[in-house]
């Protein structure tokens, strides 16, 4: 009798060791170089939270799908698709008591209950300064007509959404009232021959002067300029456009506590430094020191930067997709 207990007291130790081995958080991310910035201080919180961390491909409707179906622990978002999961109710309230990071942040970057921005990226102009002279000062400067056939932009994502909003702003618009939005894109329009899909798409097409002037990532300017092509970026006058991402917990996962101690992670000194150092982003958190990281920084940066009000686009995006394809790209 003593050794079948033994036994069963080893056997159940086995079991218990196993789960223990096994608990495992699910994170979809973003791909490439944004995932391996994750990565990079995940050691510690594994280390400090007894779990394993595995990240999966995960961005806009699939990500989405994913967090849906319940097969992940947290996503990451653009306002977008923040927005789309949060009405439909896929997503947990942050807690404060356990992302106490939290109220270290900049106000812009708590954009809701259900989630926050993690870091900041700026969309203004890149040029090639041979061919642009003097710097481009606005979004205007895009519908240069001595620019024609060789300016570009990408299709319909969320810079150009940001940007279509502005430029009905500018012209008596505005979220509600779009259409001058429209008339001013199709106009930007007649002047593409390349509508760019890939950032290496781009490279290739400022490195031929097939492109000369291009709505772009400031981080990606830098990455050109590293690959041999010269260019310069102008932030414009109206202000650039923010790219942002957001982070969410899933709802109705085993691992919710665990999932708000990550995003807490994301939020932490050392995390918010690496968006900085390793992907030249603008961090959320307020009080960093970033001397020798030349990224722009601070609550007056995080301020001056577009965002629309998503809350009114979410319901109106697959209309507009449809108008921008016949009256922007179709032209």
């Known amino acids: ?27 979809g991310a973003f791909g490439g170089a944004y ?3 994750l990565k990079k201080n995940i050691a510690q919180f594994e280390k400090d939270n007894d779990v394993k961390v595995t990240f999966v491909p995960a961005s806009g409707a699939d990500g989405l799908a994913k967090a849906m179906a319940k097969e992940i622990d947290v996503v990451h978002a653009d306002m977008a698709w923040a ?24 106000p812009r970057a708590r954009f809701s209950e259900y989630g926050v921005i993690t870091n900041f990226g700026e969309y203004g102009i890149a040029f090639n300064p041979k061919e642009v002279s003097p710097a481009p000062t606005s979004w205007l400067d895009l519908w240069n007509p001595k620019y024609d056939g060789a300016v570009s932009t990408t299709g319909f994502d969320a810079a150009n959404i940001e940007l279509l909003v502005l430029m009905a702003k500018l012209n008596g618009g505005n979220e509600d009232n779009i259409d001058p939005g429209f008339q001013k894109m199709a106009e930007l329009g007649k002047h593409i021959t390349v509508f760019y899909s890939q950032h290496p798409q781009l490279l290739d097409l400022f490195r031929n002067n097939e492109v000369v002037i291009s709505r772009w990532l400031r981080g990606r300017v830098d990455w050109a300029n590293k690959q041999g092509v010269s260019l310069g970026f102008a932030a414009p006058k109206e202000g650039a456009i923010a790219l942002v991402s957001t982070v969410h917990v899933v709802k109705g996962r085993p691992n919710t506590e665990l999932a708000q101690k990550f995003v807490n992670h994301l ?3 050392d995390g918010q430094m690496t968006y900085a150092s390793d992907l030249g982003y603008t961090p959320a958190r307020a009080g960093l020191d970033l001397k020798g990281i030349n990224v722009p920084y601070g609550e007056d940066v995080v301020g001056s930067l577009l965002i629309a009000d998503w809350k009114k686009i979410v319901p109106k995006m697959d209309a507009w997709k449809e108008r921008w394809e016949k009256e922007v790209v179709a032209r």
């Open 83 to 106: 927005y789309r999961g949060e009405a439909q109710g896929a997503f947990e309230k942050l807690d404060p008591k356990v992302i106490t990071n939290l109220d270290k942040l900049y």
């Open 1 to 27: 009798m003593g050794k079948f207990l033994a036994a069963m007291a080893i056997s159940l130790a086995a079991t218990l060791s196993a789960q223990a081995q096994t608990r495992e958080l699910v994170v």
């Open 35 to 37: 995932t391996e910035a």
């Open 267 to 269: 939020l932490s000194v």
